[in-house]
């Protein structure tokens, strides 16, 4: 939903910049929305609600509001708050909102920036997990006398079994450390 809101507040600054009001600005919004997403799409439906609350006489800085509240997004939240701020004390809308697009979009880019390199380290714990277990396997495979005397006593049997305990830790230390939330 955070992409389709900075596509709307785009198309909004869009539209304010061609000269209409706030008001018209966010039905031409609406309208690129259901041409983006569909009609059935959550942003389309949100911002025809708007639209029809707006035809109410109800205005768009409570409405705006309302849609923060509902959709839970921080962005659109902040963006309410902005919107409110500038039609009660007046401000220049076209530049805020063209501001505050390049903001969540720059956001959005970090966030996914950092998903990219969560997602390669990864795959980078996974290979490292598995390659003691498949050198052990082609060992086994191609050298059975070689493991033999490691596995074959106790001395030995007592060495591989810390050996696997450490390596069970390591694989949750690697897990934890990879789960990080953006």
Known sequence: MEREFLDFLTA???SLKAGYSAERAIREGAGQMEILYGREALISTEMRRLCTQMEMNRGPEELLTEFAVRSELEDADMFAEVFRTIARSGGDMISIA???AEM??????TQEDIRTAVRGRQFEQTIMNLMPLAILAYMRAASPALLAGVYGNFPGILLMTAALGLY???FAL?????RIEV
Not at 174 to 178: A, D, F, H, I, K
Request: a positive charge; aromatic letters at 4%; hydrophobic letters at 40%.
């Open 104 to 109: 969540i979009g720059e956001k959005l880019r």
């Open 174 to 178: 690697g897990r934890r450390m990879s």
């Open 12 to 14: 909004f600054a869009g």
């Open 168 to 170: 069970a830790m390591a």
């Open 98 to 100: 063209g501001r505050t």
